[in-house]
């Protein structure tokens, strides 16, 4: 069940944390409100929040922050694939998935980081990692902005390719500023995915977008 984290370095979840509520037994406790632990292995954004797959050895659930827990949660720089969380929140199911929604960011605690989780590759190999989370190093070119999203052109010495980012995304990248100037270095992980025959580097979370100084 851990097979898709080995792709990404990521090491195996360790054991459930004996004062937690293991994610095999969270049908025995819907609408309450309990404490999980488990590692990200999986991270994804929507409308509005984003969710973490947590897996703690016994199975898995899904850690659902709307955008303002999400923005108060202090740990969320380090909340990303790999990282080790606690969390307290109430029992819930979605689509068939058993998921953890805390009220306050107070109540997800990362007791040891993720990030920067993805194989670097260069740009211009990109087509053979299609579906892949992967990271790229490189140069802004330039920028194009519709009402949801923004397409950020980024090069390095092997190719070119187009960042998709959602504006939900956008506006909690540390010095996003940066992202519209030509020149400005970055490094990002994102999922290399085919829109109308072009590929594009699909960013899931803030933290994944890093401009370098």
């Given at each position: 069940p851990t097979s898709t984290m080995f792709s990404t370095g990521v090491p195996p979840?360790?054991?459930?944390?004996?004062?937690?509520?293991?994610l095999a037994d969270l049908p025995a406790h819907a609408d309450a409100e309990i404490t999980v632990g488990g590692q990200v292995v999986a991270a994804a954004s929507f409308s509005h929040g984003f969710k973490f797959t947590l897996d703690d050895g016994t199975g898995r659930a899904d850690l659902l922050l709307?955008?303002?827990?999400?923005d108060d949660?202090?740990?969320?720089?380090?909340?990303?694939?790999?990282?080790l969380v606690q969390a307290t929140g109430t029992v819930g199911?979605?689509?068939?998935?058993?998921?953890?929604e805390p009220d306050f960011g107070g109540d997800v605690q990362v007791t040891a980081p993720g990030g920067n989780f993805a194989p670097?590759?260069?740009i211009g190999e990109l087509s053979s990692h299609l579906g892949e989370?992967?990271?790229?190093?490189?140069t802004i070119i330039r920028?194009?902005?519709?009402?949801?999203?923004?397409?950020?052109?980024?090069?390095?010495?092997?190719?070119?390719?187009?960042?998709?980012?959602?504006r939900t995304i956008l506006e909690r990248i540390p010095h996003n500023v940066a992202l519209g100037e030509e020149g400005t270095q970055v490094r990002i992980n994102g999922r290399v995915e085919a829109y109308r025959s072009n590929l594009e580097l699909v960013p899931a979370l803030p933290y994944d977008v890093e401009v370098l100084p």
């Open positions: 979840a360790p054991p459930p944390n004996s004062s937690s509520i293991s709307w955008h303002n827990i999400y949660t202090w740990d969320a720089p380090q909340l990303n694939i790999g990282a199911q979605f689509d068939g998935v058993w998921q953890i670097a590759h260069p989370l992967v990271q790229i190093s490189g920028l194009e902005s519709t009402s949801s999203a923004v397409k950020i052109f980024v090069g390095d010495e092997t190719g070119e390719i187009v960042v998709f980012v959602w």
